[in-house]
T-cell receptor
Framework: RKEVEQDPGPFNVPEGATVAFNCTYS??????FFWYRQDCRKEPKLLMS???SGNEDGRFTAQLNRASQYISLLIRDSKLSDSATYLC?????????????FGQGTELSVKP | DAGITQSPRHKVTETGTPVTLRCHQT?????MYWYRQDPGHGLRLIHY???????DKGEVSDGYSVSRSKTEDFLLTLESATSSQTSVYFC????????????FGPGTRLTVT
């Protein structure tokens, strides 16, 4: 089982749609979770950290389910500018090596 | 803006030649990382550093070495480039430590012919 798994997509949605991405992780000891956004041929950029209680930033909502070991990202009212690849990122605890594991990403394409 | 620059931004080199990529940061962060990104693999950690002269291997370190003689610079060297090292290389820093959010430089596209 991969350490972090994402549906690669692509997700093709119209402007204004709501879209949700899921990500599963294998290490039950992971404590830090993030979503990054990566535009084509650019560096990954931190979109949001994911907290236990779930958190919202404008049109973006992140949720964490520790029991099922998955993280979700919900984008409401999609914009053309949301087209990108979204990376799910999970930490490996320090006592197990201490690093971040990046999923391969989910591609989103928002169409007019 | 995390103040990270990478040089060169693009490079084409021949198999067997040594190549050094530079990552420079302006904010004296302790932790620095080198990743490579390839289709189908996502971002994979090559080496990382937690201070001057303190470095450690990541999951794909074979064929790569690093040096950090100053806080602001983290160098990645391909001792003898191979075609399998054709990739996009990203440098990153973290403010709080190895298990926390990282911020990336713009990347270097390396082609080994």
């Amino acid at each position: 089982r991969k350490e972090v798994e994402q549906d690669p997509g692509p997700f093709n949605v119209p402007e204004g749609a709501t879209v949700a991405f899921n990500c599963t992780y294998s290490n039950s000891a992971s404590q830090s979770f993030f979503w990054y956004r990566q535009d084509c041929r650019k560096e990954p950029k931190l979109l949001m950290s994911v907290y236990s209680s779930g958190n919202e930033d404008g049109r973006f909502t992140a949720q964490l389910n520790r029991a099922s070991q998955y993280i979700s990202l919900l984008i409401r009212d999609s914009k053309l500018s949301d087209s990108a690849t979204y990376l799910c990122v999970v930490n490996i605890p320090y006592n197990q090596g201490g690093k971040l594991i990046f999923g391969q990403g989910t591609e989103l394409s928002v169409k007019p | 803006d995390a103040g990270i620059t990478q040089s060169p931004r693009h490079k084409v080199t021949e198999t067997g030649t040594p190549v050094t990529l530079r990552c420079h940061q302006t904010e004296n962060h302790r932790y620095m990382y080198w990743y490579r990104q390839d289709p189908g693999h996502g971002l994979r950690l090559i080496h990382y550093s937690y201070g001057v002269k303190d470095t450690d291997k990541g999951e794909v370190s074979d064929g790569y070495s690093v040096s950090r003689s100053k806080t602001e610079d983290f160098l990645l060297t391909l001792e003898s480039a191979t075609s399998s090292q054709t990739s996009v290389y990203f440098c990153a820093i973290s403010v709080r430590g190895v298990s926390y959010e990282q911020y990336f430089g713009p990347g270097t596209r390396l082609t080994v012919t």
